[in-house]
């Protein structure tokens, strides 16, 4: 059993403050969030480095897709600092949070894809929208990333008529298009049997190490875990609580997390 | 304080739809990147509702003649009844009528599809792809009702003459000559080179304005849409009631524009 907690919350002080170096994607330094009387994220303090896929774990209400809205700038800190490949996104301007956000990519829990929209125009949206890409480089481009997702079949289905699962690729293809170097994931698990959850897991795993990019990924499932993570993150009350590699994560003695986790996870 | 409460509510949902409005005229020069929609949104808010404007506004001719004709033949100037069909319809009633079915059907349509985007999170995607919901959701929408309501509005106006006119003619006894060519004398013309008479186009005018409103509200509170199902029912039923209460005051501000002495 691994015997350190690495406790950032009580340590806001481990992040230096100024620059955020070159390495380090991500930056969260005591950032506090509540709606209304309901305090979200207390004090959070996460780094995450370039390259890197972290998970973030934890009880529901926590903060965990709180914290992704605050990296992809749909919600914005009460205190505290957030940095987004080096941009301070207390500060970033309109216009460059809008350049930004197509350098990330975000799969949200239910894919929310456009009902209207076939599978191929949902994917090729991102670049009909902001590229000058012709429209069969668009077309091309749409291809290879069904084909990364395994959907080289599905073209010109409607969300309507695909599964939970295909959704959650289609929506992974759709946030690969722009070719991002940050990828965000809300649950990609969330609603699936364990054979789909598996292979979206093992697609997550596929994705990092094929294009090198840097994720974070929320999830409740210690398959996902196991398969995906290089660093995780159990979440308490908006606060990090164990912060450690996988292994030494589902060994770790902290209470609370082997109380999240149960006797039997998964 | 309730009332306070409400007044800041209401205000607060009239500055955002004010925005929108705003916001939608300066997307207009993405028109053309966006005029395919702009077909689709056009073909689908006309061939929805063509149907029920031309039932509604003929039987809304037809009691329109019957109601007037009866008071007018106490009188004896029945033969005048095609002038009132004609100018109470191509003022008033053909553009009310049209922008009441509107905002009951595409309208609450309107309010529904962004509100169930809003509630799953499809805006939100639309948001951290780059894409801008004004311009690809709104604008096309505003539009395609901007143009649709005054076409609608010329064949309500239609149908309610001839609506008037089956009653003059079967009920009144007025030959239907006779109403339609006082029908067609009654709407006065400007002449020159504005030879549409000033009672057809301040209708078709109004019918704009209609448009503009109802898809504004509707828009706006489909995008303000939050909680779920309830949320989005929620959203189509102030669209649908706001849209109406809109176009009542609106009504009385356009008409007193155009036809104060």
């Not at chain 2, 143009?147 to 009653?167: N, Q, R």
């Amino acid at each position: 059993m691994a015997k350190s907690t690495i406790d950032l919350a009580r340590r806001p002080d481990v992040l230096p403050s100024g620059p955020v170096p070159e390495d380090v994607c991500v930056r969260f330094v005591n950032v506090c969030k509540a709606f209304g009387s309901k305090v979200v994220l207390s004090g959070l303090t996460l780094d995450v480095k370039r390259g890197e896929t972290l998970v973030l774990m934890g009880p529901s209400g926590t903060g965990k897709s709180v914290t992704l809205r605050h990296v992809i700038g749909l919600l914005r800190q009460d205190s505290g600092d957030v940095w987004v490949e080096g941009h301070d996104m207390s500060l970033i301007k309109p216009l460059e949070l809008f350049e930004l956000r197509k350098r990330m990519g975000y799969l949200f829990q239910e894919g929310a894809l456009i009902n209207w929209m076939s599978v191929a125009d949902n994917v090729a949206l991102p670049l009909m929208e902001n590229s000058s890409m012709s429209r069969s480089e668009i077309e091309d481009r749409v291809r290879e990333k069904l084909k990364l997702v395994h959907l080289d079949g599905v073209w010109d289905e409607m969300p309507g008529e695909i599964s939970g699962g295909m959704k959650k690729r289609v929506g992974l293809a759709r946030a690969l298009i722009t070719e991002p170097e940050l990828i965000l994931y809300d649950e990609p698990n969330a609603g699936l049997d364990p054979e789909i959850s598996q292979s979206i897991n093992e697609l997550i795993r596929e994705v990092a190490d094929t294009l090198k990019i840097t994720s974070m990924v929320i999830t409740h499932m210690v398959s996902c875990v196991r398969t995906v993570a290089d660093r995780v993150v159990l979440l308490e009350g908006g606060k990090v609580i164990v912060d450690a590699p996988p292994q030494e994560f589902l060994n770790h003695e902290h209470p609370r997390l082997r109380r999240f986790l149960g006797k039997d996870p998964d | 304080m309730a009332l306070f409460r409400g007044f800041i509510e209401f205000a607060r949902g009239l500055g955002f739809q004010v925005g929108l409005f705003l916001q939608v005229i300066a997307r207009f020069p993405h028109i053309p990147k966006r005029r395919a929609f702009i077909s689709s949104q056009l073909y689908g808010a006309g061939n929805k509702v063509l149907h029920v404007v031309l039932l509604v506004s003929f039987v809304m001719g037809m009691v329109l003649s019957l109601q007037t004709g009866l008071v007018l033949a106490d009188y004896g100037q029945q033969d005048k009844v095609g002038i009132v069909v004609a100018v109470t319809m191509a003022r008033e009633m053909g553009p009310f009528t049209t922008a009441i079915i509107l905002a009951a059907t595409v309208g609450s349509a309107l309010a529904a599809e962004l509100g169930t985007m809003a509630v799953s999170e499809e805006l939100s995607a639309l948001e951290v792809i780059s894409v801008d919901k004004v311009s690809f959701l709104v604008m096309p929408r505003v539009l395609a009702m901007i143009l649709m309501a005054p076409v609608l509005t010329i064949f309500a106006d239609t149908m309610g003459i001839v609506g008037g006119g089956f009653v003059a003619q079967s009920q009144l006894g007025v030959g239907s000559q006779l109403y339609y060519d006082s029908a067609l004398e009654s709407l006065q013309g400007l002449g020159g080179l504005l030879a549409v008479p000033k009672d057809v186009y301040g209708g078709l005018m109004k019918s704009m304005v209609f448009g503009a409103v109802i898809s504004i509200i509707s828009c706006a509170e489909g995008l303000r849409a939050r909680g779920g199902a309830l949320g989005v029912g929620n959203a189509t039923r102030t669209a649908v009631r706001d849209s109406i209460i809109a176009i009542i005051i609106v009504n009385y501000f356009i008409t007193w524009f155009l036809y104060q002495k």
